[in-house]
């Protein structure tokens, strides 16, 4: 995992806690599982995209292929147990794994970005 990743990571789950810790409603923690699940999604996707550049096309669109099914596994397996024991966490895990997935791809991206311009500078 990326360093800023990491720490928007722990940032937000900081924010999360310090929520519900200012509200008392026990529903938020919904968001905090919907965050982690949404952050280790991408960082999956990121981590599996890289493997992948490596190899031939083939391979590379049965590995992703195969992976994609993992994920959602996990994503699925998630809502469903959330689903089972604590119905009333399941709208916080929906905006959770939102939060979790659009904050991960920003970080990555504002990495990326910073990487082609020490790319350019270098050159």
């Keep these: 995992m990326i360093k800023s990743s990491f720490i928007a990571l722990w940032c937000g789950t900081a924010c999360i806690l310090l929520g519900i810790a200012g509200t008392g409603h026990q529903v ?3 968001s905090l599982v919907g ?3 949404g952050f280790i999604y991408t960082e999956w996707i990121r981590r599996e995209t890289l493997r992948s550049s490596e190899l031939d096309v083939n391979s590379a669109l049965k590995r992703m292929r195969r992976n994609l099914v993992s ?6 397996l998630v809502v469903v147990v959330v689903a089972r024991f604590r119905t ?4 916080s895990l929906a905006v959770g794994i939102a939060i979790g997935v659009i904050v991960s ?3 990555v991206a504002i990495h990326r970005i910073n990487e082609e311009r020490s790319d350019k500078r270098s050159a």
Excluded: A, E, P
């Excluded at 994920?71 to 699925?76: F, H, K, Y």
């Design 28 to 30: 938020l923690f919904g």
């Design 35 to 37: 965050y982690w699940v």
């Design 71 to 76: 994920r959602l596994g996990m994503v699925t």
């Design 88 to 91: 009333s966490w399941l709208l």
């Design 105 to 107: 791809f920003i970080t």
